[in-house]
């Protein structure tokens, strides 16, 4: 099935790094958003970092300084680079992409999800 494929969630100690990946080469041209979101267990799905369609970047006020979210020329290949992680940071991270307009930090903006990777922070 067509949908984001993310990578490069692993486990990683406090104030450590990590990169994510999201491949979005099986969906369709002309996407509206692409986005990051975690969810902890036993916490709601939220918004992490989302690229607009004109290339505009907003990040979650909880990651600010910290991550970063690029995208290459294609814009089918989303790239989060993830420091001075804390345990706080642990949750499963998903990839996202929006076929039509809506506001690119709401999870109900986003109708193409990845299956998540975990990331753990100790």
């Known amino acids: 099935d067509v949908q984001p494929v993310e990578s490069g969630g692993g486990s990683v100690q406090a104030g450590g790094s990590l990169t994510l990946s999201c491949a979005d080469s099986?969906?369709?041209?002309?996407?509206?958003?692409m986005g990051w979101f975690r969810q902890a267990p036993g916490k709601s799905r939220e918004g992490v970092a989302s690229i607009e369609s004109d290339g505009g970047v907003k990040y979650a006020d909880s990651v600010k300084g910290r991550f970063t979210i690029s995208q290459d020329s294609t814009k089918k290949m989303v790239y989060p680079q993830m420091n001075s992680l804390s345990p706080e940071d642990t949750a499963i991270y998903y990839c996202?992409?929006?076929?039509?307009?809506?506001?690119?930090?709401?999870?109900?903006?986003?109708?193409?999800w990845g299956q998540g990777t975990q990331v753990t922070v100790s």
């Open positions: 996202a992409a929006s076929s039509k307009y809506g506001n690119c930090r709401e999870v109900r903006t986003y109708d193409y």
């Open positions: 099986g969906l369709p041209a002309g996407l509206y958003c």
